[in-house]
């Protein structure tokens, strides 16, 4: 059983920063795509950021580009999100997700995720 665990989230200014780390346990696969996506309660799960396995090659929503970088640590099974320039658009719950192998951008590709975390932007 693969289980994820967001945090970092909280209250921001906007044109604050944050970082987002979701750490994996159990037995988690080896070659897995890790993604961001964040939800509020007018929309759906929208995609927001993902990684392949090495870090090698990332995808960003167009919302995010030049403000939000993706990195993971294989070696602690950690990925990240660092925010920056944040609005309040960005006010959402962010859920991390992991997958073996499948579209970046759809929530269904996605077969592990975390419990969420709060990120409010608000002045």
């Known amino acids: 059983q693969v289980q994820l665990v967001e945090s970092g989230g909280g209250l921001v200014q906007p044109g604050g920063s944050l970082r987002l780390s979701c750490t994996a346990s159990?037995?988690?696969?080896?070659?897995?795509?890790m993604g961001w996506f964040r939800q509020t309660p007018l929309t759906g799960r929208n995609f927001v950021a993902a990684?392949?396995?090495?870090?090698?090659?990332?995808a960003y929503a167009d919302f995010v580009k030049g403000r939000f970088t993706i990195s993971r640590d294989n070696a602690k099974k950690t990925v990240f999100l660092q925010m920056s320039s944040l609005k309040f658009e960005d006010t959402a719950v962010y859920y991390c997700?992991?997958?073996?192998?499948?579209?970046?951008?759809?929530?269904?590709?996605?077969?592990?995720w975390g419990q969420g975390t709060q990120v409010t932007v608000s002045s």
């Open positions: 997700a992991a997958q073996r192998g499948g579209s970046y951008y759809s929530p269904s590709e996605y077969d592990y």
């Open positions: 159990g037995r988690t696969p080896k070659n897995w795509i």
């Open positions: 990684v392949n396995w090495n870090g090698g090659t990332t």
